[in-house]
Nanobody, 125 residues
Framework: QVQLVESGGGSVQAGASLRLSCAASGRTFGSMTMGWFRQTSGKEREFVAAVSRSGGTTKYAVFVEGRFTISRDGAKNTVYLQMISLKPEDTAVYYC??????????????????WGQGTQVTVSA
């Protein structure tokens, strides 16, 4: 079993930055691909970013447009999502996801078995 705990969400003005953290426990962190997804009310959960087991490969959703950076720290068993130039449309609950994948990166919710509880990000105009 894997436990994921997100933190770092909050309410900010457009143009601000936030860094989300996701602390993992219960399984070897280095064996898992880590991802970030987000969801707004009434919409499907969507892919934001993912990082491979080694940290050497990352993938981002098109709407990230170079504004978000995913990284991982093996010593802290933590994955981060640095977000800059936030826009009101980035408002959502952000979820951390993890699993041992046969591929380097997963971009579908079905790729991941383990999920955090989510952290709210609200960006006002």
């Amino acid at each position: 079993q894997v436990q994921l705990v997100e933190s770092g969400g909050g309410s900010v003005q457009a143009g601000a930055s936030l860094r989300l953290s996701c602390a993992a426990s219960g399984r070897t962190f280095g064996s898992m691909t880590m991802g970030w997804f987000r969801q707004t009310s009434g919409k499907e959960r969507e892919f934001v970013a993912a990082v491979s087991r080694s940290g050497g490969t990352t993938k981002y959703a098109v709407f990230v447009e170079g504004r978000f950076t995913i990284s991982r720290d093996g010593a802290k068993n933590t994955v981060y999502l640095q977000m800059i130039s936030l826009k009101p449309e980035d408002t959502a609950v952000y979820y951390c996801a993890a699993d041992v994948l046969s591929s380097l990166i997963g971009t579908f919710t079905s790729d991941y078995r383990y999920w955090g509880q989510g952290t709210q990000v609200t960006v006002s105009a």
